[in-house]
């Protein structure tokens, strides 16, 4: 099985509300940043946690990357973020320092 699956879904999203349009890439809300755990690997739609992953804090180096936590697992996961992304959140997230290590 590919790690990663292409899938063009628009969606709601469970946080805010915001109808997003899937281009493929979409994996979280331009809004508000929130995910949703739906993937083990993305796109796959296998995990059956669907908590939401609410965006801690973003790494950068090359790019901008998103940390998010599920808050219903606790599980850990790291996005690219869009150029589409609310710029104003992006920016609160980078005054919050992340702990990678948990």
Request: aromatic share 6%; proline share 3%.
């Amino acid at each position: 099985m590919k790690k990663f699956q292409k899938k063009e879904e628009n969606f709601t999203c469970d946080h805010c509300g915001t109808i997003n349009y899937g281009d493929g890439w979409t994996d979280h809300c331009h809004n508000c940043l929130y995910s949703k755990h739906v993937d083990n690997y993305p796109g796959d739609r296998r995990n059956k946690c669907h908590g939401l992953m609410e965006p801690i804090g973003i790494i950068r180096k090359k790019e901008e990357k998103i940390v998010y936590e599920c808050i219903k697992c606790k599980t850990r996961k790291i996005c690219r973020s869009s150029k589409s992304d609310n710029r104003q959140e992006i920016l609160k997230l980078l005054s919050q320092p992340v702990d990678l290590s948990q």
